[in-house]
């Protein structure tokens, strides 16, 4: 790709549209060659390159039988990935923020089954320290439900990183902040009356309402256009991608 217009964007816009099971069948050398690009961008996203995790975990499902389409848009990536190789996270020392986690997801959005996306992030000194973004393995039936199982599995991650912290002698906030948009998501969490909306979610996923009882997770209600995990849930445009980006710390600042 060497050769190849860097992009602005980790997909192009109308990329849902191919993001759909191949009807037909790849040969073995397209398959390899396929994976073998996947493989790649996974390394590269666990690494640094947070900005495209929604779009190779997105990609990432059709690895057993893509389509020219896929290979296009694992392409595309590529091409994105040669004009942002400058960027960096950078982190502000002691004197950053503590740490603080977002956690979103975006409700029924995969056309081939249904299933919502969600992710989260964790900061800390100000730069991004954690993230993920993966498919949910059930169908959710209403964002209350969606939102709440991720931000379930953020509180987990949350519990750990105190513990974590505290070994490493890293003075730790009497409570995590966890940044949420939904009100219906947060209300459960603070308060989990089983009612006909919610009792069919899981008991693990009500965790989250001992930890907030214990201290440990302080649950902000924050608005959708500060949500720095948004980028992780689903395809969003330049000006969008940007901001977020500097949010997290995604910059290519000249080093001092």
Same mark, same amino acid.
């Given at each position: 790709?060497?050769?190849?217009?860097?992009?602005? =964007?980790?997909?192009?816009?109308?990329?849902?549209?191919?993001?759909?099971?191949?009807?037909?069948?790849?040969?073995?050398?397209?398959?390899?060659?396929?994976?073998?690009?996947?493989?790649?961008?996974?390394?590269?996203?666990?690494?640094?390159?947070? &900005?495209?995790?929604?779009?190779? =975990?997105?990609?990432?499902?059709?690895?057993?039988?893509?389509?020219?389409?896929?290979?296009?848009?694992?392409?595309?990536?590529?091409?994105?990935?040669?004009? =942002?190789? &400058?960027?960096?996270?950078?982190?502000?020392?002691?004197?950053?923020?503590?740490?603080?986690?977002?956690?979103?997801?975006?409700?029924?959005?995969?056309?081939?089954?249904?299933?919502?996306?969600?992710?989260?992030?964790?900061?800390?000194?100000?730069?991004?320290?954690?993230?993920?973004?993966?498919?949910?393995?059930?169908?959710?039936?209403?964002?209350?439900?969606?939102?709440?199982?991720?931000?379930?599995?953020?509180?987990?991650?949350?519990?750990?990183?105190?513990?974590?912290?505290?070994?490493?002698?890293?003075?730790?906030?009497?409570?995590?902040?966890?940044?949420?948009?939904?009100?219906? =998501?947060?209300?459960?969490?603070?308060?989990?009356?089983?009612?006909?909306?919610?009792?069919?979610?899981?008991?693990?996923?009500?965790?989250?309402?001992?930890?907030?009882?214990?201290?440990?997770?302080?649950?902000?209600?924050?608005?959708?256009?500060?949500?720095?995990?948004?980028?992780?849930?689903?395809?969003?445009?330049?000006?969008?991608?940007?901001?977020?980006?500097?949010?997290?710390?995604?910059?290519?600042?000249?080093?001092?």
């Amino acid at each position: 790709m060497a050769d190849s217009n860097p992009m602005r =964007t980790p997909l192009p816009a109308g990329a849902e549209t191919h993001l759909i099971a191949h009807t037909g069948e790849a040969s073995s050398d397209e398959i390899k060659y396929y994976q073998k690009i996947i493989g790649s961008l996974l390394y590269v996203q666990i690494g640094m390159h947070l &900005d495209i995790s929604f779009a190779v =975990t997105c990609l990432l499902q059709y690895a057993s039988n893509p389509s020219p389409q896929h290979l296009c848009l694992a392409k595309y990536i590529l091409s994105y990935l040669k004009g =942002t190789a &400058d960027l960096r996270i950078w982190y502000d020392g002691m004197w950053g923020d503590r740490l603080h986690g977002y956690s979103d997801s975006s409700l029924g959005d995969q056309l081939d089954d249904y299933h919502s996306m969600s992710g989260y992030i964790y900061l800390l000194a100000d730069g991004a320290i954690s993230w993920t973004s993966r498919k949910q393995k059930t169908v959710a039936q209403s964002t209350t439900e969606v939102e709440y199982m991720v931000l379930a599995e953020a509180s987990n991650q949350a519990v750990w990183y105190c513990s974590y912290l505290t070994e490493l002698s890293y003075e730790t906030l009497d409570s995590i902040p966890l940044h949420g948009n939904n009100k219906g =998501t947060v209300d459960l969490a603070l308060n989990p009356m089983t009612g006909r909306r919610s009792k069919h979610i899981p008991i693990k996923h009500h965790a989250i309402h001992k930890y907030v009882e214990d201290g440990v997770i302080d649950l902000v209600r924050t608005p959708l256009e500060d949500m720095l995990v948004d980028r992780m849930t689903k395809s969003l445009a330049y000006v969008r991608l940007r901001d977020l980006a500097t949010g997290l710390e995604l910059s290519n600042q000249a080093l001092s």
